[in-house]
């Protein structure tokens, strides 16, 4: 009965006007930002942040929440639009929604995109308000061993989304783990493969690198065709509202993907970008036409967009139990809690 008592006193607070108009403009500026590539939650986050001193606590963390979720979905749009990820962890939805949007499916890529988001983020704050003391006690059991397994089942999920030739995926693979090791060690301190360059002491941005393997390729793809043979792809937005045969083949992807991404939104790291990938793995493997993945599948786009969303609610567990920040947002999110005098509080 607590709990009931606790969800009724939540609901009671975040229907006020005031809250509620506090988080449609978190929502909208997180949607814009993460429409636009290159800017980030993190950045836009940091210079709101200032502008919400004089706020109520509530509303102010509610904005920067919804700041956090609307770019989580904001970054699909570019990515099924123009081949150009605005979010890091959109980046698995360029393979199939904007291969769909070339074959004139782009409202059912974007509604889909749209509904996956909204039931895996309702999902999720339902597993977050349910579950957070008992998984925030587990993500303090994990160690090195268990930090190796999910690394090594990343690299696996890369050589498994490459397909093709082995050698090459490997060398993929390795080619990534030494651009990962650009920087400062993390526990000596020393720089690595910086070349004596201060702007890599912090490593290699993902955003950018994101950036330039799809926008900037897409870009010089075009340059390179002659006048005589460069086409200017257009289509209509239509059919925003997915049909049955979409929803057949998205309700499980989006089930599967809304309870992976919440798992391993609570792990510290980049859970939503890893996420997406993992569920994109996953729905690959479970498919029953593997080949259509990477050719406009709509469960390529259903699965990896709700593991990105409903992973944000996964890693407010760690923050909001424990004080843990499980990535950059929430780092920014335990310094605001701090500046309104409310810092999170262990469970026990």
């Known amino acids: 009965m607590e709990t009931f008592s606790h969800l ?25 930002v993460g429409v636009l590539p290159g ?4 950045a836009a986050i940091s210079l709101l942040l200032p502008a919400t001193f004089h706020a109520p606590p509530v509303a102010s963390i509610i904005m920067l929440a919804g700041i956090y979720y609307g770019a989580m979905y904001g970054g699909s749009t570019t990515s099924i639009l123009v081949n150009l990820p605005g979010e890091a962890a959109s980046v698995v939805t360029c ?14 890529a974007l509604g889909i995109s749209a509904f996956g988001s909204f039931i895996a983020g309702t999902l ?8 957070a003391p008992p998984l925030a006690a587990m993500a303090l059991r994990f160690g090195p061993p ?19 030739s082995m050698i090459k995926s490997l060398m993929m693979a390795c080619f990534g ?17 910086t070349f004596q360059m201060n702007i890599l002491l912090d490593g290699v941005g993902l955003v950018p690198l994101v950036m330039g393997l799809f926008g900037i390729s897409e870009v010089l793809l075009n340059v390179e065709e002659s006048l005589t043979q460069r086409e200017i792809f257009e289509t209509k937005l239509k059919g925003l509202l997915p049909n049955l045969r979409d929803w ?19 792990l510290p790291g980049g859970g939503a970008v890893i996420s997406s990938f993992v569920s994109y793995g996953i729905e690959r493997k479970l ?5 259509e993945f990477g050719k406009g599948a709509i469960a390529g786009v259903a699965g990896p967009e709700s593991a990105n969303n409903s992973a944000t609610a996964g890693a407010f567990i760690p923050l909001l139990t424990l004080g843990l920040p499980s990535n950059a947002v929430m780092a920014i999110l335990l310094g605001a809690l701090m500046i309104y005098d409310t810092p999170p509080v262990p469970a026990w």
């Open 124 to 131: 999720g704050l339902v597993g977050l308000a349910c579950l």
């Open 146 to 164: 268990e930090y190796f397994a999910v690394m090594v089942l990343g690299l696996t999920v890369l050589i498994f989304l490459a397909g093709g």
């Open 8 to 32: 009724l006193y939540g609901f009671q607070v975040a229907l006020q006007p005031l809250t509620l108009f506090t988080c449609f403009v978190g929502v909208l500026i997180g949607t814009l």
């Open 39 to 42: 800017l980030g939650p993190v």
């Open 248 to 266: 057949k083949e998205s309700l499980w992807p989006i089930i599967r993907g809304s309870v992976l991404g919440f798992f391993l939104g609570i």
């Open 95 to 108: 393979l199939d929604g904007y291969q769909m949007a070339r074959k004139g499916r782009a409202g059912a």
């Open 177 to 193: 783990i030494i651009v990962g090791n650009v920087g400062m060690d993390p526990i000596t301190a020393q720089p690595r493969f």
């Open 287 to 291: 498919s029953r036409h593997p080949e």
